[in-house]
T-cell receptor, first 112, second 115 residues
Framework: KNQVEQSPQSLIILEGKNCTLQCNYTVSPFSNLRWYKQDTGRGPVSLTIMTFSENTKSNGRYTATLDADTKQSSLHITASQLSDSASYIC???????????FGAGTRLAVHP | NAGVTQTPKFQVLKTGQSMTLQCAQDMNHNSMYWYRQDPGMGLRLIYYSASEGTTDKGEVPNGYNVSRLNKREFSLRLESAAPSQTSVYFCASMSEQGWETGELFFGEGSRLTVL
């Protein structure tokens, strides 16, 4: 069964610190991996999309990595800000319009 | 620049009542989607429309119907609401690169409670 597991479920860090969120997947066939940010009460917003051949992609202070051999991805947030407080969702595509598998998300709280 | 617009944002229904969630996108995208989001779970696909005039079932279609009214609009209907349909519903559309590398744009969500 196609699955996307994210860890930790929740995380609290102090403003200015770095953090790394993990995503492990068992999805076949693998097409691409996406990270989304979802603010409380809002819809998800895309951060990065990585295909099989890409192993790193950055979007400002967000850097996503992908290891297709171990089926793991991470999202690293540098110099966190209060506005980074949100849920971060990992999504893996198994190919096709109806084949996006969503993780349950990691809820990040950045405290002053 | 509205993107994906959903209405209503909040709704409370009694068991057995019906309602329609409306969704419209102004980005000229072909494919549109309806997802539900429940606590502790990833978003699950209810129905999708790869292009105007076509609709297909997703992972959890039971109890729902959809209409792709035109290229802009994709509505979701609950014919006889049940408490298990209490959820947050998201409409989305995908940019024209297609499912391989296309970006998925979400609406703000519709929060539905069925009593």
């Amino acid at each position: 069964k196609n699955q996307v597991e994210q860890s930790p479920q929740s995380l609290i860090i102090l403003e200015g610190k770095n953090c790394t969120l993990q995503c492990n997947y068992t999805v076949s066939p693998f097409s691409n991996l996406r990270w989304y940010k979802q603010d409380t009460g809002r819809g998800p917003v895309s951060l990065t999309i990585m295909t099989f051949s890409e192993n790193t992609k950055s979007n400002g202070r967000y850097t996503a990595t992908l290891d297709a051999d171990t089926k793991q991805s991470s999202l690293h947030i540098t110099a966190s800000q209060l506005s980074d407080s949100a849920s971060y969702i990992c999504v893996v595509s198994a190919g096709g319009y109806n084949k996006l598998i969503f993780g349950a998300g990691t809820r990040l709280a950045v405290h002053p | 620049n509205a993107g994906v617009t959903q209405t209503p944002k909040f709704q409370v229904l009694k068991t057995g009542q019906s309602m329609t969630l409306q969704c419209a996108q102004d980005m000229n995208h072909n494919s549109m989607y309806w997802y539900r989001q429940d606590p502790g779970m990833g978003l699950r696909l209810i129905y999708y429309s790869a292009s105007e005039g076509t609709t297909d079932k997703g992972e959890v279609p039971n109890g729902y119907n959809v209409s792709r009214l035109n290229k802009r609009e994709f509505s979701l209907r609950l014919e006889s609401a049940a408490p298990s349909q209490t959820s947050v519903y998201f409409c989305a559309s995908m940019s024209e690169q297609g499912w391989e590398t296309g970006e998925l744009f979400f609406g703000e969500g519709s929060r539905l409670t069925v009593l």
